[in-house]
């Protein structure tokens, strides 16, 4: 378990990485925010990264996350819905959580549109794009994107934000730029289509920087603030 000091010092230092990024792609840094992932570490972990100015939050896997959201409601935190999702766990996501950046499919958003709670705000949501081709990784292919969008766009109490990305593993700056180039073009292509969203997706702690370079409005960070997980995590 991470200590308070050392997650406000990690916390600190991305912050720093993220700024340097924005810098080299002349990018104004209140143009990227950044998205702690918390899963697998304790609600305290949480309230040490809020006490260092950490307000949004990322959670995997539901039980996990709602326990979280519940024990820390006083914060007023944001809380980002980042896992698969099955078809049967969509209500807790839409009556907790303020985004969701994995849909991959038509069914989980008329489920999270019909179960969203009418006294909230619109759940704000991403489509998880699964652009390297791999089949092991969840995600909607490139070339079904635009019709999803499409019908995602179409359903109440939901507002699509844009694309959402996890690319494989990539050991060279240039190798991790690709995929999120080809993101970006898609999310332009979304929006030449006239569905206006404003949100990449991309970048977590080992590529933060590639992300930033072409163009990521959030990035998703765990291990870099909170330290290594557990494998089961
Ligand atoms: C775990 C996770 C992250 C954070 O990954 P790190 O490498 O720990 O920064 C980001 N996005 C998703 C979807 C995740 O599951």
């Known amino acids: 378990m991470p200590s308070a000091p050392a997650i406000a010092k990690n916390l600190r230092e991305t912050r720093e990485l993220m700024d340097l990024a924005c810098q080299r792609a002349g990018r104004r840094p209140e143009s990227v925010r950044l998205l702690a992932v918390s899963k697998t570490f304790a609600a305290d972990d949480v309230a040490a990264a809020h006490a260092a100015g950490q307000t949004a939050f990322g959670e995997n896997y539901v039980q996990e996350g709602v326990a979280k959201v519940a024990a820390l409601a006083a914060l007023g935190l944001e809380w980002h819905f980042i896992g698969p999702i099955q078809s049967n766990k969509t209500r807790p996501i839409a009556e907790h959580f303020s985004w969701v950046h994995s849909i991959d ?40 994107i635009l019709r999803l969008a499409r019908e995602v ?15 494989r593993p990539a050991a060279t700056l240039a190798e991790q730029r690709a995929p999120f180039r080809e993101l970006r073009l898609l999310l332009e292509a979304i929006n030449a289509a006239g569905i206006g969203c404003d949100t990449l997706s991309m970048g977590m702690s080992a590529d933060l920087e590639a992300a930033i370079l ?20």
């Open 105 to 144: 499919r038509l069914k989980i958003a008329e489920r999270l549109s019909a179960q969203r709670p009418a006294h909230l705000p619109d759940l704000q949501v991403c489509l998880q794009v699964n652009i390297s081709g791999e089949t092991s990784k969840s995600g909607i292919e490139s070339a079904a």
């Open 153 to 167: 766009a179409a359903l109440p109490r939901l507002r699509l934000r844009g694309l959402m990305t996890i690319p």
């Open 214 to 233: 072409e163009g990521a409005t959030i990035v998703r960070v765990g291990t870099a603030i909170f330290g290594a997980r557990s494998a089961t995590g």
